[in-house]
Protein backbone atom coordinates (compact mmCIF):
# COMPACT_ATOMS: atom_id res chain seq x y z
CA UNK A 1 0.00 0.00 0.00
CA UNK A 2 1.35 3.49 -0.97
CA UNK A 3 2.50 5.16 2.40
CA UNK A 4 2.71 8.50 0.59
CA UNK A 5 1.32 10.01 -2.02
CA UNK A 6 2.37 12.84 -4.18
CA UNK A 7 -0.66 13.45 -6.54
CA UNK A 8 1.74 16.42 -8.98
CA UNK A 9 4.20 15.05 -10.99
CA UNK A 10 5.07 18.33 -12.40
CA UNK A 11 3.95 21.64 -10.93
CA UNK A 12 4.65 25.12 -12.89
CA UNK A 13 3.86 28.36 -11.18
CA UNK A 14 4.85 31.63 -12.16
CA UNK A 15 7.85 33.92 -10.40
CA UNK A 16 5.91 35.16 -7.27
CA UNK A 17 2.21 33.39 -7.53
CA UNK A 18 1.53 30.79 -3.98
CA UNK A 19 2.91 26.87 -4.55
CA UNK A 20 1.76 24.41 -2.82
CA UNK A 21 3.27 20.61 -3.12
CA UNK A 22 0.21 18.43 -1.84
CA UNK A 23 1.16 15.52 -0.55
CA UNK A 24 -1.02 12.99 1.42
CA UNK A 25 -0.21 9.91 4.02
CA UNK A 26 -1.98 6.74 4.85
CA UNK A 27 -0.43 5.52 8.49
CA UNK A 28 -2.23 4.80 11.36
CA UNK A 29 0.07 5.34 13.67
CA UNK A 30 1.94 8.67 14.81
CA UNK A 31 4.34 9.15 12.16
CA UNK A 32 6.77 12.30 11.48
CA UNK A 33 6.25 13.80 8.12
CA UNK A 34 9.25 15.60 6.04
CA UNK A 35 9.83 17.14 2.91
CA UNK A 36 13.13 16.46 1.36
CA UNK A 37 14.51 18.49 -2.06
CA UNK A 38 16.92 17.66 -4.56
CA UNK A 39 17.92 20.84 -6.43
CA UNK A 40 19.03 20.04 -9.77
CA UNK A 41 22.20 17.86 -10.22
CA UNK A 42 22.77 18.46 -6.07
CA UNK A 43 21.96 15.79 -3.94
CA UNK A 44 18.61 14.96 -1.68
CA UNK A 45 18.82 17.27 1.31
CA UNK A 46 16.05 17.56 4.26
CA UNK A 47 13.90 20.61 3.51
CA UNK A 48 11.54 20.74 7.02
CA UNK A 49 9.94 18.58 9.37
CA UNK A 50 6.33 18.64 10.93
CA UNK A 51 7.88 18.45 14.13
CA UNK A 52 10.18 21.58 14.03
CA UNK A 53 7.31 23.67 12.95
CA UNK A 54 9.81 26.08 11.10
CA UNK A 55 9.81 27.76 8.14
CA UNK A 56 12.80 26.81 5.60
CA UNK A 57 13.16 29.26 2.57
CA UNK A 58 9.71 30.85 2.94
CA UNK A 59 8.17 27.09 2.98
CA UNK A 60 5.99 25.89 5.48
CA UNK A 61 4.34 22.54 6.25
CA UNK A 62 1.34 22.05 8.35
CA UNK A 63 0.39 18.34 9.60
CA UNK A 64 -3.80 18.21 9.36
CA UNK A 65 -4.21 14.59 11.09
CA UNK A 66 -7.73 14.75 10.43
CA UNK A 67 -7.09 15.10 6.27
CA UNK A 68 -3.67 12.97 6.34
CA UNK A 69 -2.07 15.57 4.90
CA UNK A 70 1.19 17.44 4.70
CA UNK A 71 1.30 20.28 1.92
CA UNK A 72 4.09 22.12 1.22
CA UNK A 73 3.65 26.44 0.69
CA UNK A 74 4.85 28.89 0.24
CA UNK A 75 3.35 32.12 -0.77
CA UNK A 76 5.88 34.14 -3.48
CA UNK A 77 7.58 31.38 -5.73
CA UNK A 78 10.78 32.35 -6.60
CA UNK A 79 12.95 30.56 -9.62
CA UNK A 80 15.19 29.10 -7.13
CA UNK A 81 12.72 26.91 -5.78
CA UNK A 82 12.64 24.98 -9.04
CA UNK A 83 13.49 21.30 -7.89
CA UNK A 84 11.77 18.30 -6.89
CA UNK A 85 10.48 17.85 -3.74
CA UNK A 86 9.82 14.57 -1.74
CA UNK A 87 7.66 13.88 1.06
CA UNK A 88 8.61 11.35 3.41
CA UNK A 89 6.90 9.49 6.02
CA UNK A 90 8.79 7.86 9.04
CA UNK A 91 6.51 5.02 11.41
CA UNK A 92 6.73 5.42 14.82
CA UNK A 93 7.86 1.85 14.91
CA UNK A 94 11.20 0.65 14.14
CA UNK A 95 12.47 0.45 10.29
CA UNK A 96 10.10 2.47 8.19
CA UNK A 97 10.44 5.10 6.50
CA UNK A 98 8.32 5.64 2.99
CA UNK A 99 8.85 8.53 0.34
CA UNK A 100 6.64 9.92 -1.93
CA UNK A 101 7.57 9.77 -5.75
CA UNK A 102 8.54 13.32 -5.80
CA UNK A 103 6.94 16.69 -7.50
CA UNK A 104 9.26 18.56 -10.08
CA UNK A 105 8.25 22.34 -8.99
CA UNK A 106 9.14 24.44 -12.30
CA UNK A 107 9.23 28.37 -11.37
CA UNK A 108 8.47 29.96 -14.27
CA UNK A 109 10.43 33.89 -14.70
CA UNK B 1 4.79 -5.69 -7.64
CA UNK B 2 7.80 -3.90 -5.51
CA UNK B 3 9.61 -1.56 -7.24
CA UNK B 4 12.40 -1.22 -5.22
CA UNK B 5 13.64 -3.91 -2.34
CA UNK B 6 16.15 -4.19 -0.34
CA UNK B 7 17.40 -7.17 1.84
CA UNK B 8 17.68 -7.36 4.72
CA UNK B 9 15.24 -4.78 6.46
CA UNK B 10 17.17 -4.74 9.67
CA UNK B 11 21.09 -6.55 10.29
CA UNK B 12 22.61 -6.11 13.74
CA UNK B 13 26.19 -7.28 13.58
CA UNK B 14 29.11 -6.83 15.41
CA UNK B 15 32.02 -4.68 14.51
CA UNK B 16 34.72 -5.81 12.75
CA UNK B 17 32.49 -8.10 10.94
CA UNK B 18 31.38 -8.01 6.41
CA UNK B 19 27.97 -7.45 5.75
CA UNK B 20 26.26 -6.94 2.64
CA UNK B 21 23.18 -5.42 2.05
CA UNK B 22 21.33 -6.07 -1.71
CA UNK B 23 18.68 -3.84 -3.63
CA UNK B 24 17.07 -4.68 -6.92
CA UNK B 25 14.58 -2.66 -8.72
CA UNK B 26 12.09 -3.74 -11.63
CA UNK B 27 11.11 -0.73 -13.16
CA UNK B 28 13.79 -0.95 -16.10
CA UNK B 29 15.78 2.10 -14.46
CA UNK B 30 19.18 2.66 -15.75
CA UNK B 31 20.17 4.16 -12.74
CA UNK B 32 20.43 3.27 -9.15
CA UNK B 33 21.88 4.79 -5.90
CA UNK B 34 22.59 4.14 -2.46
CA UNK B 35 22.41 6.38 0.54
CA UNK B 36 22.69 6.73 4.01
CA UNK B 37 20.55 8.19 6.43
CA UNK B 38 22.10 9.78 9.97
CA UNK B 39 20.08 9.90 13.11
CA UNK B 40 18.70 13.65 11.96
CA UNK B 41 17.08 11.82 8.93
CA UNK B 42 19.34 13.39 6.92
CA UNK B 43 20.17 11.76 3.20
CA UNK B 44 23.43 11.47 1.87
CA UNK B 45 24.21 10.27 -1.15
CA UNK B 46 27.18 7.55 -0.85
CA UNK B 47 26.72 5.96 -4.59
CA UNK B 48 25.52 6.31 -8.01
CA UNK B 49 25.42 3.69 -11.03
CA UNK B 50 24.20 4.19 -13.97
CA UNK B 51 24.35 1.09 -16.76
CA UNK B 52 26.26 -1.06 -13.87
CA UNK B 53 29.23 1.68 -13.74
CA UNK B 54 30.14 4.25 -11.00
CA UNK B 55 28.90 7.62 -11.69
CA UNK B 56 28.85 9.26 -7.76
CA UNK B 57 31.57 8.04 -5.29
CA UNK B 58 31.11 10.70 -2.57
CA UNK B 59 33.60 10.74 0.18
CA UNK B 60 32.86 7.49 2.19
CA UNK B 61 35.12 5.18 3.74
CA UNK B 62 36.64 2.69 1.43
CA UNK B 63 35.60 -0.20 3.38
CA UNK B 64 32.28 0.86 1.69
CA UNK B 65 32.32 -1.40 -1.88
CA UNK B 66 28.92 -1.24 -3.92
CA UNK B 67 28.67 -3.67 -7.14
CA UNK B 68 26.38 -4.02 -9.65
CA UNK B 69 26.16 -7.42 -11.17
CA UNK B 70 23.85 -5.66 -13.93
CA UNK B 71 21.63 -2.74 -13.92
CA UNK B 72 18.86 -4.12 -12.43
CA UNK B 73 21.16 -5.10 -8.93
CA UNK B 74 23.16 -2.55 -6.63
CA UNK B 75 24.59 -3.97 -3.96
CA UNK B 76 26.45 -2.74 -1.09
CA UNK B 77 29.34 -4.48 0.81
CA UNK B 78 30.52 -3.04 3.70
CA UNK B 79 33.51 -4.33 5.23
CA UNK B 80 35.36 -4.16 9.08
CA UNK B 81 31.59 -2.61 10.12
CA UNK B 82 32.07 0.32 12.99
CA UNK B 83 29.96 1.43 15.39
CA UNK B 84 29.42 4.87 13.34
CA UNK B 85 28.65 3.00 10.27
CA UNK B 86 24.61 2.36 12.08
CA UNK B 87 22.01 3.94 10.34
CA UNK B 88 19.66 3.53 7.77
CA UNK B 89 20.42 3.06 4.28
CA UNK B 90 18.16 3.68 1.30
CA UNK B 91 18.79 1.94 -2.49
CA UNK B 92 17.02 4.33 -4.93
CA UNK B 93 16.61 4.23 -9.15
CA UNK B 94 15.27 6.47 -11.64
CA UNK B 95 15.44 6.08 -15.33
CA UNK B 96 18.51 8.39 -15.91
CA UNK B 97 20.47 11.12 -13.64
CA UNK B 98 19.90 14.20 -15.65
CA UNK B 99 18.27 17.21 -14.73
CA UNK B 100 15.33 17.76 -12.06
CA UNK B 101 12.68 15.89 -13.84
CA UNK B 102 13.63 12.47 -12.73
CA UNK B 103 11.46 11.03 -10.09
CA UNK B 104 13.84 8.62 -7.84
CA UNK B 105 11.55 5.73 -6.29
CA UNK B 106 13.37 4.71 -2.76
CA UNK B 107 13.23 0.98 -1.42
CA UNK B 108 12.00 0.80 2.45
CA UNK B 109 15.45 1.27 3.74
CA UNK B 110 18.16 -1.16 5.67
CA UNK B 111 18.17 -0.28 9.43
CA UNK B 112 22.01 -1.82 10.60
CA UNK B 113 22.94 -1.63 14.25
CA UNK B 114 26.58 -2.03 14.98
CA UNK B 115 27.34 -3.43 18.31
Known amino acids: AQRVTQPEKLLSVFKGAPVELKCNYS??????LFWYVQYSRQRLQLLLRHISRESIKGFTADLNKGETSFHLKKPFAQEEDSAMYYC???????????FGTGTSLTVIP | DTAVSQTPKYLVTQMGNDKSIKCEQNLGHDTMYWYKQDSKKFLKIMFS???????INETVPNRFSPKSPDKAHLNLHINSLELGDSAVYFC??????????????FGPGTRLLVL
Open chain 2, 49 to 55: YNNKELI
Open chain 2, 92 to 105: ASSQAMTGNQETQY
Open chain 1, 27 to 32: YSGSPE
Open chain 1, 88 to 98: ALSGDTGNQFY
